[in-house]
């Protein structure tokens, strides 16, 4: 029955792993370094609003007046230069993908991504039907001469990057790169797809400033959230464009779901006027980055000489290689089992190979110093094991 009632990509649509994996990570007696979540214990309550009945009635699909300005103001000192009119508030940022995704992409579509990449924003190309083909990156992010090879062999539609503290890889890029890549899209007019939640979890002096930001004539999209730094059950994020997309983006979002949650969207604003916003973000740096270095303490102490990573400079991600022949999908399992929970890398490939498959993604994010530290000596268990077989 199904077969007949179905789509063929609905029926082939695939779950989400992390989606799935959160089940677990809300057991209590679960260690979670799996998911992408903020600290609870470092989101600030909630501010008090006066005229709340204001988000009582629908409102523009465009969102509301105030934090459209609020939000140009912030990709202004990012270095994006926009007027209230191009910022999109959406469901979130993943619905900003999905959107932008709507709009461009389709069966005859290629899209290049990182490699590894997002794998929401890989559900949500496939689901469009559009082809994706990553591209070679490092520690610095994607390698420009391989983006050129991959724009003149495949004619890509767009290009997806996540240059700050990337999910998985935790990578940020270098000026440099920053530079060469939107002089190269400018050369050959591709979309480019900037998606930048992570921008203020910052614990390095890194250059951040967006790639949109030295572009002259390609397209662009640039997206950013309020879930990493405020709270995301509010799902309130945004997407800015060139002019020449806005119309699009606003007819399509009319057609997803009308508007934005007023109710979130006013609760963000009201934190923003009040500026407290400054303050906590260095709250959160500060906290952040402890638990980043106690992840790396933990790691060097067990696992020093098996696995490898780079210090993320900022973000909520390590992204650790495995020793050769231990398969993360094994190393999930035999973890679960001792009520440790981590994340395969596998799925954040859009086009795997067999080396895909010796990566683990660790979030250091919501977890104490302490729980981190038994977590990875609870992996490392695992790890000899597995290397002992
Ligand atoms: N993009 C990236 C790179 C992410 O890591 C996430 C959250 N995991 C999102 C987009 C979506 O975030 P949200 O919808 O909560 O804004």
Known sequence: MLSKLLTPKAQKMESSLVRELLHYSQQPDILSLAGGLPDEKYMPSYPAIEALEVSQQYGPSEGEG???HQIAEIVKERGVAVEDNQVLVTNGSQQALDLVSRIVLDENSIILT??????AAIQVFELQGAQIKDV????FGLVPDAL????EEYQPKAVYLIPNFQNPAGHCYSKRRRVEIAALLDE???????????FDLCYEDVDRTPITHYLETAPWVYMGSFSKVLWPGMRTGYVVSCEALVPYLVKIKQAADLHTNRLGQLMISEYLVSGAYPEHIKKLRRVYAQKRDAMARAIDVNLSGLVS????AGGMFFWVKLPSGVFSDRVLRQALERKVLVLPGLPFFANASELSDGYLRLSFARVSEEDVSNAISILADVIKEIMDE
């Open 148 to 151: 050129r090879r991959a724009i």
């Open 136 to 139: 070679r990156s490092d520690e």
């Open 66 to 68: 105030r934090l459209r």
């Open 188 to 198: 050959k007019g591709v979309l480019l797809i900037e998606d930048d939640p992570y």
């Open 114 to 119: 990182e490699q590894p990449t997002y794998l």
């Open 309 to 312: 990573y780079s210090l993320p």
